[in-house]
């Protein structure tokens, strides 16, 4: 059977429409995400949610000796929305952007350390690796949202060098002045 017959190449602009549909899904589908969680953070419901993977988190555990559960939620929920809106801003400021995608990259590494801090596989499979729906299953979805961070990163930063020098900001290295196309290559 010959298949070459009835395969269907697409040409190269569908292709490249399509690829631009995934970008928009994939930069403001990961600002809706975070947004989405963020604004959740203000909710009681929310708090007691995420305050066992905070308590036994060796980056975060320290907030709940500072503010109340409440509170520090809400403190993790200003600083998550605040990367949603940075990387929303791509467009007009890519360098706000890439702050915000580098903040989420953080963000997701965190709460990917939860899956293995937070006590919860599930013992009835034989532990690890089998994810408990309560901690492993909930943040598994990470992975896919890290993966999309790095692809808003490199997106920003690539904008950001696009930039005519004089729009570009500077960075100070080492008590010098650095232009953003060093740090990049």
Do not use: C
């Not at 949202?145 to 960075?171: C, E, V």
């Amino acid at each position: 059977m010959n298949y070459s017959s009835h395969t269907v190449i697409p040409n190269s602009q569908k292709v490249a429409k399509i690829e631009h549909l995934g970008n928009i899904f994939l930069r403001y589908g990961l600002t809706v995400a975070i947004g989405w969680i963020a604004a959740m953070k203000v909710t009681d419901y929310e708090a007691k949610g995420i305050e066992p993977l905070i308590a036994h988190s060796p980056f975060l555990h320290w907030g709940y000796s500072v503010w109340t559960v409440d509170h520090f939620t809400m403190i993790i929920g200003a600083i998550e929305m605040t990367i949603a809106i940075l990387i929303a801003l791509r467009r007009w400021f890519p360098i706000a952007s890439a702050v915000g995608s580098a903040g989420a990259v953080v963000m997701f590494l965190t709460t990917l350390s939860f899956i293995i801090t937070t006590p919860g596989w599930e013992p009835s499979l034989g532990g690890f690796p089998a994810l408990s729906g309560d901690v492993g299953e909930f943040l598994i979805k990470d992975l896919v949202l890290l993966g999309a961070a790095l692809w808003t990163l490199a997106d920003s930063l690539n904008a950001a060098s696009s930039l005519p020098k004089l729009l570009r900001g500077r960075f100070n290295e080492g008590g010098r002045d650095v232009v953003l196309d060093e740090l990049v290559q």
